[in-house]
């Protein structure tokens, strides 16, 4: 199969940023490389009467930059907007915090500004007050099934995702599933140019994008421990059983797995504790973006969980309906469930990933009655729509690309 209707079409964050666009602020777009932010612009640019597409990475355009910091002025504009100038990459530019804040400071009354790039656009949000309301941050994700069957993020309470959803086709989960959400092996839909874009892919950003940002000596072991890696997703990561393996040291191996996630190879999910200090200092676990790097069909399908979950928590918290972030569950005697997503620090949710298995986990029956909160337990195995009762509670067992389908 081929999703080739699916190519361009990323509606969802379209409307995202035409919504923070009203607000006349300057907007930051991050995520991994080649999940399609170069594409999304572009939609983006076509779609209104003027605009500047600017590639940081293309040598003239830098010599552009050098000579003109405000050549975007030369563009031909219309009566009805402004332009839109659109810096792609622009993060790589030594100064670019300094030029981002002195264009939109200049310029934001006749203009309207995208930066487009890396997690080290994320940056912007640590820069202090100076850059206090100048701008809207969003991150774009591989496909996932909860943007294909969205247009727009919709707030939901914990209650409404208990609901039974409807039945969704199986096509595109399918798809995500086998060839990853990154829109080329996505689109294409075959093993084969799956494995030849990952190939590529996650050597470019270590040998490339990595080192070259960090300055990497030991790059075999840095690639090494990436290697490493796929075998320990879903499970407690220790870096000093991984600093054995690869002869570096404990403190290198942390910094690593820092860079890894700033690159948004990985992502970090910490056990939930209403003390964050203490999250913080346990031992957390990993996920992939490129969760077919996994062998495993159990782990794959809890690591595509963790991603949709992962996509719908950042963009709530982007698009401003609260706080959320992603956790997992353990107590003292090692009782676990895969996922709880918080609101604000509060527990709003617990997930459970099952592959086939619809018996309800004990744990995840024993969590959802210590925090009164809604539970799902979600299965691969197509049909399975079923509410079972937990004491006061009710607990959704049901097929996973329904419910995540559902997940906007």
Same mark, same amino acid.
């Given at each position: 199969?081929?999703?080739?209707?699916?190519?361009?079409?990323?509606?969802?964050?379209?409307?995202? *940023?035409?919504?923070?666009?009203?607000?006349?602020?300057?907007?930051?777009?991050?995520?991994?490389?080649? =999940?399609?932010?170069?594409?999304?612009?572009? !939609?983006?640019?076509?779609?209104?009467?003027?605009?500047?597409?600017?590639?940081?990475?293309?040598?003239?355009?830098?010599?552009?930059?050098?000579?003109?910091?405000?050549?975007?002025?030369?563009?031909?504009?219309?009566?009805? %907007?402004?332009?839109?100038?659109?810096?792609?990459?622009?993060?790589? #530019?030594?100064? *670019?915090?300094?030029?981002?804040?002195?264009?939109?400071?200049? #310029?934001?009354?006749?203009?309207?500004?995208? =930066?487009?790039?890396?997690?080290?656009?994320?940056?912007?949000?640590?820069?202090? %007050?100076?850059?206090?309301?100048?701008?809207?941050?969003?991150?774009?994700?591989?496909?996932?099934?909860?943007?294909?069957?969205?247009?727009?993020?919709?707030?939901?309470? =914990?209650?409404?995702?208990?609901?039974?959803?409807?039945?969704?086709?199986? %096509?595109?989960?399918?798809?995500?599933?086998? #060839? !990853?959400?990154?829109?080329?092996?996505?689109?294409?839909? !075959?093993?084969?140019?799956?494995?030849? *874009?990952?190939?590529?892919?996650?050597?470019?950003?270590?040998?490339?994008?990595?080192?070259?940002?960090?300055?990497? /000596?030991?790059?075999?072991?840095?690639?090494?421990?990436?290697?490493?890696?796929?075998?320990?997703?879903? !499970?407690?990561?220790?870096?000093?059983?991984?600093?054995?393996?690869?002869?570096?040291?404990?403190?290198?191996?942390?910094?690593?797995?820092?860079?890894?996630?700033?690159?948004?190879?990985?992502?970090?999910?910490?056990? #939930?504790?209403?003390?964050?200090?203490?999250?913080?200092?346990?031992?957390?676990?990993?996920?992939?973006?490129?969760?077919?790097?996994?062998?495993?069909?159990?782990?794959?399908?809890?690591?595509?969980?963790?991603?949709?979950?992962?996509? =719908?928590?950042?963009?709530?918290?982007?698009?401003?309906?609260?706080?959320?972030?992603?956790?997992?569950?353990?107590?003292?005697?090692?009782?676990?469930?895969?996922?709880?997503?918080?609101?604000?620090? /509060?527990?709003?949710?617990?997930?459970?990933?099952?592959?086939?298995?619809?018996?309800?986990?004990?744990?995840? /029956? %024993?969590?959802?009655?210590?925090?009164?909160?809604?539970?799902?337990?979600?299965?691969?195995?197509?049909?399975? /729509?079923?509410?079972?009762?937990?004491?006061?509670?009710?607990?959704?067992?049901?097929?996973?690309?329904?419910?995540?389908?559902?997940?906007?």
């Amino acid at each position: 199969m081929k999703n080739n209707n699916k190519m361009i079409n990323r509606e969802y964050y379209e409307n995202i *940023w035409a919504d923070f666009n009203s607000e006349k602020k300057l907007i930051l777009i991050a995520g991994p490389r080649q =999940a399609g932010k170069t594409t999304l612009v572009k !939609s983006i640019a076509s779609k209104v009467g003027s605009s500047y597409y600017f590639n940081y990475d293309i040598p003239k355009n830098k010599a552009i930059l050098a000579q003109n910091p405000t050549f975007f002025e030369e563009t031909d504009r219309n009566k009805e %907007e402004n332009p839109i100038v659109i810096f792609d990459e622009i993060h790589k #530019y030594k100064e *670019w915090k300094n030029y981002l804040k002195g264009i939109y400071d200049g #310029y934001s009354d006749s203009f309207s500004f995208i =930066a487009a790039g890396s997690g080290r656009l994320e940056l912007f949000q640590h820069g202090g %007050e100076s850059i206090a309301g100048r701008y809207r941050l969003f991150h774009l994700f591989p496909f996932t099934i909860g943007e294909l069957f969205s247009k727009e993020p919709i707030q939901k309470s =914990a209650a409404d995702l208990i609901e039974i959803p409807e039945t969704r086709s199986r %096509e595109l989960w399918e798809s995500l599933f086998n #060839y !990853s959400g990154f829109p080329e092996p996505f689109v294409k839909s !075959s093993a084969i140019s799956y494995r030849r *874009w990952s190939n590529v892919y996650h050597k470019q950003i270590i040998r490339e994008d990595i080192r070259d940002t960090f300055s990497v /000596k030991n790059i075999d072991a840095m690639e090494t421990l990436y290697a490493l890696l796929p075998t320990k997703a879903g !499970s407690l990561l220790s870096a000093s059983n991984l600093s054995g393996l690869i002869k570096v040291s404990h403190k290198t191996v942390s910094e690593w797995i820092k860079v890894f996630e700033k690159f948004f190879l990985i992502f970090i999910v910490r056990p #939930y504790s209403k003390l964050i200090s203490r999250s913080i200092l346990k031992q957390p676990k990993i996920y992939f973006y490129d969760y077919c790097l996994l062998d495993d069909v159990a782990i794959k399908f809890e690591n595509i969980v963790a991603v949709e979950l992962k996509r =719908a928590v950042t963009i709530w918290t982007d698009f401003g309906f609260g706080n959320f972030e992603l956790f997992f569950i353990r107590n003292k005697d090692q009782k676990e469930v895969d996922f709880i997503i918080t609101e604000n620090n /509060k527990p709003y949710i617990l997930i459970e990933t099952k592959f086939t298995d619809t018996t309800i986990s004990k744990t995840l /029956k %024993e969590f959802q009655n210590l925090y009164d909160i809604p539970a799902v337990q979600l299965i691969n195995t197509p049909g399975i /729509k079923r509410l079972i009762k937990n004491g006061d509670n009710q607990i959704l067992v049901v097929t996973a690309s329904d419910w995540l389908a559902n997940l906007h």
